[in-house]
């Protein structure tokens, strides 16, 4: 059944890698750069985006959002539509120094999520992100690879869909939840990311279970 694959899922991600420590940031609005920067590219080129930031003292929200926005479009160039995060980094930096990140972050999950969704660039997963890995609140983060690997096993649905699945069939942890989102992401980017299906361990085990329990 599609609680146990969950769970299954997770026993044997976690078998196969161990644990990982992430999301990599030093701070909270860290983690928020991070996850407007992310956006359709690598994380390799946010840790050099992120690396630029910091050598400009751009780091923080108040610096960040008093900072030209042709200055911050050099530094995250690297990233793919350079221009259109740089506005979106800026907005958000000024959204946080306005409310104070701390009276964000105290919000209820649900009311944050929906505040966060409120800003502009800001969708399912950029909102869900900042929730669990910056405000440390329980929003399982369903991202391209989650969906691609549950979709390989017989399991379809849209982003709420699946979202729901793993929130309503694992525990409301937030610890449990990175920990599941990264192990996804690190897996997929050694079997999706290569198109090694041929050895994937998720396609073999657990799509054979999904259809004897359908």
């Known amino acids: 059944m599609q609680n146990e694959l969950v769970s299954d899922i997770y026993e044997a991600l976690l078998g196969m890698i161990g644990h990982l420590q992430w999301w990599p940031a030093d701070t909270p609005f860290e983690v928020v750069i991070g996850t407007i920067l992310t956006q359709q590219t690598k994380w390799t080129n946010v840790e050099k985006a992120i690396g630029a930031l910091k050598r400009s003292d751009l780091i923080e929200p108040e610096q960040l959002a008093n900072a030209d926005v042709e200055h911050i479009e050099e530094l995250v160039r690297c990233c793919g539509f350079y221009r259109q995060k740089a506005k979106r980094l800026k907005d958000i930096a000024q959204f946080f120094t306005t409310e104070g990140m701390d009276n964000i972050f ?11 969704l409120s800003l502009n660039g800001v969708g ?32 379809e649905g849209n982003y709420m869909q699946l979202q729901k699945l793993f929130e309503t069939e694992l525990p409301s942890d937030v610890p449990l939840y990175k920990e599941y989102h990264a192990l996804i992401v690190e897996y997929a980017k050694n079997y999706c ?15 054979d279970k999904e259809v004897k329990n359908g």
Request: proline share 3%; net charge negative.
């Open 106 to 116: 105290q919000l209820p999950t649900e009311e944050l999520r929906e505040l966060m």
């Open 193 to 207: 990311g290569k198109k090694q299906c041929d050895d994937c361990v998720l396609l073999h085990s657990f799509k």
């Open 124 to 155: 399912n997963e950029t909102a869900d992100s900042i929730v669990l890995y910056a405000a440390d609140k329980p929003k399982f983060v369903i991202d391209a690879y989650t969906t691609r690997i549950m979709k390989c096993i017989g399991i």
